[in-house]
């Protein structure tokens, strides 16, 4: 054997004798396993974790409801809650015990895969929770262009003749435009070199977060600075946005509060709050991949969810035309009247209960000892999060949770006090699809106004179905994720 292979031989050894001394004497022993829990046998769960963690999450949650189980990922335990109960209290406890930064640090290992300088100054969400939210009314007429001019160029009818389109990939870039043109604005939203290096860069992160979760945790800090990808997307975005930023920055300068016509974009509202920092322009480029990162795809995969229940059952077709020609008669397409469609508000919601992009949400990190009321013990350093999909089809939560019924929300809002509570937007105990609590996705009320837009388009121009009337394709779950069947195609043809 040569010197390497006895080094690695060595290192290889060593990696499996620690982590067996780990799993034998870890605190969370007492909290029951879904799949195997001796030492390294445990890492047959990972794999069945991996390939099947919808069938290990639901029976976990019912044979532990109200209580807790642990499932096992390569590097460590995740500690899941069971029942909205558990949720409510997941969520109540503070950051400073179980915090929702310090979690998403240790999954994503952000510094390394996604933006290093944001780690310590979030200013995009700042501005997701502040100026995004608090001008949707402005922004609506250019999210409302943009998708349908991106419609028009993706989804090309004619006559009676349908079209197949492969549908994510066709949300993917319908909801990528039409966030960009509010977080950079035109030109530079539909230029395809940007959209190219934004778009992709969600490929990268994932890629990045992979490779690191099989890493263990003290080489994690050797190997991810090796990782170019985050450093390459900043470079070649840097390129495109220095010059826009640089001159908005001397605008800001020379014009002090009386620029009229400032830009009203994500940009813009970065480049403000990074001026109370250090205005690097480094920091506000990886606020713009950071959105992206946070936003394209968790919306392109809600959105193409929506749109296979509506493919596969197009009787609803009628119903959502009436509510939203009615509605665009009186409104026009304006913030007011998105909200005023709450059948298709009701649509969405039910197809996010339904499918949603996460099998997990409320992820929490104990940063120290916490004791949940059934008296479970969760250590420092433990990972814990709440059961999103097991709870969207719990009977005690929903009515026949099996059942697809896209205006369950909207007629539970015929009374004045429930109008607000079972809006698309709203998270609850019962509904975390958003996540819950204090860090619940600040990027929710676009997210709403934007894929309803996209749906009322969709739904006031085309027809669709699957070919042969087939019923709704099944998801794809690599891991927790839940991805709409890729490739499947919806057929398009123009509203008849
Ligand atoms: C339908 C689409 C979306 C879904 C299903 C979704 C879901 C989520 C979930 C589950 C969380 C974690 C919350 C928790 O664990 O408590 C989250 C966080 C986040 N989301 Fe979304 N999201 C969506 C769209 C968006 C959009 C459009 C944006 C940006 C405009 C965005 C920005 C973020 C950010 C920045 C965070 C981290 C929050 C923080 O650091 O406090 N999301 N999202």
Not at 48 to 54: D, G, M, V
Not at 64 to 83: A, E, H, N
Not at 381 to 395: I, M, N, R
């Amino acid at each position: 054997m040569d010197t390497f292979s006895q080094y690695l031989y060595a290192f290889l050894c060593g990696t499996i004798v620690l982590s067996y001394i780990r799993r034998r004497y870890d605190p969370l022993n007492s909290i029951p396993t879904i799949g195997p829990s001796a030492p390294l046998l445990s890492y047959l769960g990972v794999y069945r974790y991996f390939r099947h963690a919808q069938d290990m999450l639901h029976e976990g949650y019912e044979k532990y409801k109200g209580s807790v189980f642990k499932v096992p990922r390569l590097d460590q335990w995740i500690v899941v809650v069971c029942g909205a109960k558990m949720n409510e209290e997941l969520r109540r406890v503070p950051e400073d015990e179980l915090s929702f930064l310090a979690a998403s640090e240790e999954l994503m290992q952000a510094k390394y895969t996604v933006a290093p300088l944001l780690a310590d100054h979030l200013i995009n969400v700042t501005v997701m929770r502040g100026q995004l939210t608090r001008n949707l009314a402005t922004l609506i007429p250019g999210i409302v262009d943009e998708i349908q001019t991106t419609l028009q160029d993706l989804i090309r009818v004619e006559g009676d003749e349908w079209v197949h389109i492969d549908a994510l990939q066709t949300m993917v870039k319908v909801v990528g435009r039409a966030s960009n043109r509010i977080f950079v604005g035109l030109p530079l939203s539909r230029n395809p070199s940007y959209l190219e290096i934004v778009m992709n860069f969600y490929l990268d992160v994932v890629k990045g977060m992979t490779i690191l979760s099989i890493v263990p945790k003290p080489l994690k800090p050797l190997v991810g600075p090796l990782f170019p990808w985050s450093r390459r997307a900043t470079r070649r975005l840097s390129v495109l946005l220095k010059p826009v930023i640089e001159e908005r920055q001397m605008m800001l300068r020379e014009r002090e509060g009386d620029w009229a016509d400032k830009p009203n974009d994500m940009l813009m509202w970065l480049i403000e709050e990074a001026g109370a920092i250090d205005g690097s322009v480094e920091l506000i480029v990886q606020g713009i991949l950071h959105s992206n990162f946070a936003s394209t795809h968790t919306s392109a995969i809600s959105i193409t969810h929506a749109l296979y229940h509506l493919a596969a059952e197009p009787k609803y077709l009628q119903p959502l035309r009436e509510e939203i020609e009615s509605v665009i008669a009186e409104y026009g397409w304006s913030k007011l009247g998105i909200g005023k469609m709450w059948q298709l508000d009701s649509f969405m919601r039910e197809s996010q209960r339904m499918n949603g992009a996460s099998a997990i949400s409320v992820i929490r990190k104990a940063l120290k000892d916490v004791t949940f009321s059934d008296g479970t013990h969760i250590p420092p350093g433990t990972l814990v999060c709440a059961a999103s999909t097991a709870t969207h089809y719990d009977e005690e939560n929903y009515v026949n949770a099996n059942v697809f019924d896209p205006f369950r929300f909207s007629k539970m809002r015929g009374e004045e006090s429930e109008r607000v509570k079972h809006q698309y937007v709203s998270t609850s105990a019962d509904y975390i699809a958003f996540g819950h609590g204090k860090h619940a996705c600040p990027g929710r009320f676009f997210a709403a106004y934007e894929l309803k837009a996209v749906l009322a388009h969709i739904i006031l121009n085309y027809d669709v179905k699957f070919e042969g009337e087939a019923t709704r394709p099944d998801n794809v779950w690599p891991g927790i994720t839940i991805i709409p069947a890729p490739g499947a195609k919806v057929m398009f043809r123009k509203r008849q």
